[in-house]
Structures are given as structure tokens and as C-alpha cells.
């Protein structure tokens, strides 16, 4: 799955929100609360809401943050079911900025139907707040 988002942001500011976890937690919907286990580690700790219920999710997220390429990669593995892969790519123009998601999803379950909508909920909302912010 390809998003895309234009925000009016530089591309240093947006690059910063997705590579510094202290910055992305601030702007996250979802995202509570990350812990560093190492350089590029984390551990991620997240409630989705779900109807009147909520569901909370944990797991650890290896980041790759590249900013002569203005790229950062994120992979995780959920609950020993689901591999998310994101890749961002951030394009500056003349005052505001695409980024591009590419999202993979692997597991052995048919999940996809069900995870799409809510990364593009739960996204779109990211970089709401990241320009907001």
C-alpha cells in the first residue's frame, strides 16, 4: 500500500518527527509511550480504540533513518503474526513537503483487509498532528 501526505513542513522538521521516537511519540494518535533499547531499537507501546473498546498493543521496532536520502525505514514484528515494513520518503518542493508510505504487511493470517484502513486512518492522523505541531 502506497500513502501519500503533502504537509507544510520542511523536510528537515518532518525528517525529525519520524526519526527522533521523542518527537514522533509527541505526534502519534496512537502511540503512548516508546522505551529505547538500543541505537536504531524501541519498544513501542500502543491503544488503538476499537468501538467503545480498546485494544493495547506492544511490541519492539527497528528504525533506519537515512538523512542524506531523506528516508526512514520502520520494522516491526506484532504479536509473532504480522511484519509491518515502512519506508518514508520525504520530497521537498517550494514550501511544503511530500512524503511518500510505502506499507508491507506479511503474516501468515489474511490481515491486510482489516490493517489497511486503520494505518490510513491512524497515519493521515500522524501527519495531522506532525503539522499542526
Not at 523536510?11 to 509527541?26: G, N, P, V
Not at 511484519?83 to 518542493?93: R, V
Request: charged fraction near 25%.
Amino acid at each position: 500500500m502506497l500513502l501519500t501526505y503533502k504537509i507544510n513542513k520542511s523536510a528537515k522538521d518532518i525528517f525529525k518527527y519520524l526519526s527522533d521516537m521523542q518527537q514522533f511519540e509527541s505526534v502519534h494518535p496512537i502511540i503512548y509511550k516508546i522505551d529505547k533499547l538500543a541505537e536504531n531499537k524501541f519498544h513501542f507501546f500502543e491503544k488503538l480504540p476499537f468501538g467503545f473498546l480498546s485494544i493495547n498493543n506492544d511490541y519492539k521496532v527497528q528504525i533506519d533513518a537515512d538523512a542524506a536520502r531523506n528516508t526512514i525505514k520502520m520494522y516491526a514484528f506484532v504479536k509473532k503474526l504480522i511484519h509491518i515494513n515502512l519506508l518514508f520518503t520525504i520530497t521537498e518542493h517550494n514550501g511544503y513537503c511530500i512524503v511518500n508510505e510505502e506499507v508491507n504487511f506479511k503474516s501468515i493470517l489474511p490481515l491486510k483487509a482489516f490493517l489497511n484502513p486503520i494505518f490510513k486512518k491512524q497515519h493521515k492522523l500522524l501527519f495531522e498532528n506532525m503539522e499542526k505541531a
